[in-house]
């Protein structure tokens, strides 16, 4: 099984709805680099005070904070046994740190899930997105709405609007991405580790969608595995 795996994407393709439903289903670690931010600058620390500024304004935050940040967490959580990536790397320098911090851990990255949305698409969800403090879960006020509304469905808490989902810092983020972050297809495609899933449908269905990408992927892998062994015993 694959179980070490990348989620790149523009922001609002859905990465955080499906990173959440991947690491539910194939029991591994979801490690976001955003929801990690957002906690961060809640509780004030220094980290979160660096980093708001970047986020208020739809800018990438740091590479080397970010990859410490990353290193951490993949170090002191039970990753070991998978993990999701979902909004990292964002960057070429971040992708290169992260083969480093792969290679001090001794582990491999098996796959790229890159979730593909048009910018009009992407414009209408941000802006009908609301989220959840507390557990991160993502609604979207008209195609997917809490049964209370405002409110979330698992923990109650009081759903909010992201600051940096609005109008003006959305076409922001989207210059960043198209800049910084479409780059990344390139380099994860020449590893030949990239799949792409087309992410305009129903949550539910892009989840299936990439379970099953990842799984003919696992299959053909198997097979030339197996065929290496054949050909080596001959
Ligand atoms: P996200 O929740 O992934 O949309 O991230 C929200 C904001 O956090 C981004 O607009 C960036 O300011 C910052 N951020 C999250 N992940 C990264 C990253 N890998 N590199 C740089 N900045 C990041």
Do not use: W
Request: proline fraction near 5%; charge should be negative; aromatic fraction near 2%.
């Amino acid at each position: 099984m694959m179980n070490r795996l990348i989620l790149l994407g523009p922001p609002g393709s859905g990465k955080g709805t499906q990173a959440h439903a991947l690491a539910i289903e194939m029991r591994i670690v979801h490690l976001s680099t955003g929801d990690i931010l957002r906690e961060e600058v809640r509780n004030s620390t220094e980290l979160g005070l660096r980093a708001k500024s970047s986020m208020d304004a739809g800018k990438l935050v740091a590479d080397d904070i970010i990859l410490d940040m990353v290193e951490d967490r993949l170090r002191n959580s039970n990753a070991s046994e998978g993990f999701i990536l979902d909004g990292f790397p964002r960057t070429v320098p971040q992708a290169e740190g992260l083969d480093k911090i792969a290679g001090r851990l001794e582990i491999s990255l098996e796959a790229v899930v890159n979730l593909q949305l048009d910018d009009e698409i992407i414009i209408g969800r941000l802006s009908k997105r609301v989220s959840c403090p507390v557990c991160s879960k993502v609604y979207n006020e008209d195609t997917n709405p809490p049964v209370v509304p405002g409110v979330c469905d698992i923990d109650g808490a009081r759903l909010e609007k992201r600051e940096d989902d609005t109008p003006e810092v959305i076409r922001q983020r989207l210059k960043v991405y198209h800049e910084q972050t479409k780059p990344l297809e390139e380099f994860y495609a020449e590893k030949g580790i990239m799949i792409v899933i087309d992410g305009d449908a129903e949550p539910a269905e892009v989840t299936e969608r990439i379970l099953s990408a990842l799984d003919s992927n696992n299959e053909s892998e198997t097979t030339s595995d197996d065929r290496a062994k054949v050909e080596s015993r001959d």
